[in-house]
């Protein structure tokens, strides 16, 4: 018994050294940051949060997407907040390099893997 536990442990610890020390790059639960994500606003988020998350974005990053001809700019009144809100959160957080914490927003803001580009309006 004592010799099959120690072969059982001598392959584990040659593969997970296999593994450590290969250039294959091994699966990962985990993003990386080469992969493209956007901030978006979480859909339970208040009005206010989102008003909040706009002015504070727009005011430290480009939301230019969001006014005049650029693609994402709607009325104030039409029920768009969410979208802009997110727009504006998304350049936010691509401009301070796609870290979780850049789309906190008091956690109203969530990370997406799936473009949430729509029509003429393009997420960065």
């Not at 010799?3 to 990962?28: D, E, I, R, V, W």
């Not at 001809?69 to 957080?93: E, I, Q, W």
């Not at 109203?108 to 997420?123: A, H, M, Q, R, V």
Request: proline letters at 4%; one cysteine or more; charged letters at 10%.
């Amino acid at each position: 018994m004592a010799s099959a536990t120690a072969s059982l442990l001598t392959c584990f610890f040659a593969l997970t050294f296999l593994m450590l020390h290969s250039n294959a790059a091994a699966p990962s639960l985990y993003h990386s940051q080469s992969s493209k994500t956007w901030c978006v606003a979480n859909p339970a988020a208040s009005e206010a949060a989102l008003r909040a998350n706009l002015e504070f974005a727009c005011s430290e990053s480009d939301c230019a997407a969001l006014q005049g001809t650029g693609g994402c700019s709607f009325p104030d009144d039409d029920g768009s907040l969410p979208t802009r809100a997110s727009v504006a959160m998304n350049a936010y957080y691509q401009a301070r390099g796609r870290n979780s914490w850049n789309c906190f927003f008091n956690g109203t803001g969530l990370i997406s893997i799936t473009d949430p580009s729509s029509g003429n309006c393009k997420y960065a």
